[in-house]
């Protein structure tokens, strides 16, 4: 019988650990592996501990593997996250300005000329330096703040009145705006400004308008009082 067979098996299991690790001396290391030789329970042990001990660390990379699976999960869901605040803040931010340019495009923007059909021109005169004056009323009722100055390719001046889509209500008593006084036009400066002939005078627009003056008609000159009224 062997040296290794000498040796119970009580001490054989406990040496095992140190041997498995590989830490106990060579006399140890030789008188194990004589002992495992000879006893298949021993050597059963043995296996039993490799096992256990191979286990954990099996376990233990399942567990790195889930653990990444939801570090990845985590890390998409924060892109997500990140991208539906992003969306989120753009579409806010976009709200926002259709609110801010509606509000403008309703009562700010003028954009609408006002109808013929409720303006009235009156006190149509020719000062000595041929400036035109006139008095013109829009009695619809609602203020006038903004009155823009064209001219077309043929000599036609526009005197057009515009407002924004939401109307304000005009002062029942003056000051007015510019919806009810007198105005001119200063023919020798706007022909001078804009390099070409005035022809005729309209309020309006091109396809809705009043004539107030034509090229060769003749007024009544301006009064004095119009003319201070004016400042002029």
Request: charged residues 30%; glycine residues 6%.
């Amino acid at each position: 019988m062997s040296e290794g067979r000498k040796v119970s098996c009580d001490i054989i299991n406990d040496i095992l650990p140190l041997y498995y690790d590989n830490v106990c001396s060579d006399a140890s290391k030789k008188m194990v592996e004589d002992h495992l030789q000879e006893c298949q329970i021993c050597k059963m042990e043995l296996e039993k501990l490799q096992d256990e001990i191979h286990l954990p660390e099996k376990t233990t990379i399942e567990n790195r593997q889930d653990g990444n699976v939801l570090k990845n999960i985590s890390a998409s869901w924060r892109r997500k996250r990140l991208k539906s605040f992003i969306k989120g803040g753009f579409l806010g931010a976009l709200f926002i300005s259709i609110i801010i340019l509606g509000y403008l495009g309703l009562f700010e923007w003028k954009i609408i000329s006002v109808s013929t059909d409720v303006v009235e021109i009156s006190e149509v005169s020719e000062m000595d330096d041929g400036i035109i004056v006139f008095y013109a009323e829009i009695n619809d009722g609602y203020s006038l703040n903004t009155i823009i100055y064209d001219v077309d390719s043929e000599g036609n001046l526009y005197v057009t009145p515009l407002r924004p889509i939401i109307k304000e209500k005009a002062d029942a008593q003056p000051p007015y705006g510019l919806e009810k006084g007198y105005d001119f036009i200063d023919i020798k400066s706007q022909e001078e400004y804009r390099g070409q002939e005035i022809k005729t005078i309209y309020y309006g627009t091109k396809y809705d308008k009043i004539l107030i003056w034509k090229k060769g008609m003749e007024l009544p000159k301006t009064s004095e009082e119009v003319k201070k009224n004016l400042g002029l």
